[in-house]
Structure formats: C-alpha cells, structure tokens
C-alpha cells in the first residue's frame, strides 16, 4: 500500500461544468476525509466518512458539493455548477479510527482551476 | 472550537534545533495536538501528534507544557529539506482537525 492516492493531480475547468475527485485510502483504514485549502491558508474540513456512512458535513460544503463513499473504500468529490471560488487544493485523508490515538495520512491533493 | 497560533514565519541554521512554537490555551482536556509540515504543492506529511505527554519519533520531539496551553516542536538537527510550512493543529472530539495558517520555517545554509 502506498499511501493515499487522489486523481486527477490538476483539473482545468469553465465555470458552470461538474468535477469529480477520487480518493483511494490507505485500505485499512476505515475513515476517510475532505478538506479543502487555498492558497496561503491552511486545509479546512469539508466531510468525513466512517465505512460508508456520511457522518459530518461542514457548513462549507454547499448544496453543490456531494461526496460519496459507496463501499467503503475509495470516496469520490463532486462539484456542480463550478464557480471561480471554488478554485483550491481538494485534500483526502484516511486513518485508522482504533481508539483515541492516531495519526491522519493526506493524499497530494487535487488541484482545481475554475476559469 | 480550540484554535492555535503560531509565529508567520521562522528561520534556522542548518544543523541546528528548529523549535517551533505554538499556543492552543483554549485546548480542552481531550484534545490532541498535532503538527503537520507542507512543502509547496505538496499533501501536508504527519509528524507527530501527542494529548498530554511529550512525544518524540524519527523525525521530531514535541514538548506540551503541563497546562497544555501551548507546546514546541523540535527538530533535532534540521536541513534544507526541513524548509516548509509547519502546522499545528488541535483534534476536536469528533476527530476533525482544526488548522490555523501554519509558521514558514526556512533553513539557511
């Protein structure tokens, strides 16, 4: 296992068309994250996941953004409708959830251009 | 929500300690604090977390006062490669991570 894995690395889009991240986690690990960052600020959460199940969206993630996480596994982010604000680095994290003590690996991210 | 605050930016000779500091005096009792790093364009890379003892790894030791109102990360020995964004971060309970604007530590030669 290499870690967390995000594709595409960079999208270009035009205002107004839909993107879809993917996030693979690293496989063990039951929880999976979103957050997103801009430039010169540091990652905001958007969303988490235990298993399948959505258990916290912030307020952050408009009616626009939907993710899903339909077994499990991988997790996609999708934005309709994009807008230029939505430009910004997508981050996915994944961790074990055992316990209190753990750590939270990031993938590289996804880099979204909104033009 | 627990917020932290760091030095914007901070620079060390390389070979020498890097100490980073970092208030969260409104942490409450079971949160953990944790520090990330993020070299420019790149996913932020773990580097060790802890909730009330100090903590040290491979690549660093972290210093929580006994208050935990604040703490220090220390890497031992830096080198160029250590120059990026240094963030510390508080867990809230519901295991989501609350970033401030991180401290830009640059390593001279």
């Known amino acids: 296992d290499t870690g967390v894995s995000q594709n595409p690395r960079h999208k270009i889009t035009k205002r107004g068309q839909n993107v879809t991240f993917r996030c693979d986690p690293i496989?063990?690990?039951?929880?999976l994250y979103w957050y997103r960052q801009t430039l010169g600020q540091g990652p905001e959460f958007l969303t988490y996941f235990q298993n399948e199940a959505q258990l916290e969206k912030s307020r952050l993630l408009s009616d626009r953004f939907s993710a899903e996480r339909p077994k499990g596994s991988f997790s996609t982010l999708e934005i309709q409708r994009t807008e230029q604000g939505d430009s910004a680095m997508y981050l996915c994290a994944s961790s074990s959830g055992q316990g209190a003590d753990y750590g939270y690996t990031f993938g590289s991210g996804t880099r979204l251009t909104v033009v | 929500d627990a917020k932290t605050t760091q030095p914007t930016s901070m620079d060390c000779a390389e070979g020498r300690a890097a100490n980073l500091p970092c208030n969260h005096s409104?942490?409450?009792?079971?949160?953990?604090v944790y520090w990330y790093r993020q070299i420019h364009s790149q996913g932020p890379q773990y580097i060790i977390h802890?909730?009330?003892?100090?903590e040290t790894n491979e690549m660093a030791s972290l210093i929580i006062t006994e208050d935990r109102k604040s703490s220090t990360l220390i890497l031992p020995h830096a080198t160029l490669r250590d120059t990026a964004v240094y963030y510390c971060?508080?867990?809230?309970?519901?295991?989501?991570?609350?970033w401030g604007a991180g401290t830009k530590l640059i390593i001279k030669p």
């Open positions: 802890g909730l009330k003892n100090n």
């Open positions: 971060i508080v867990r809230r309970s519901n295991y989501q991570l609350i």
């Open positions: 496989s063990e690990h039951n929880r």
């Open positions: 409104t942490i409450s009792g079971n949160e953990y």
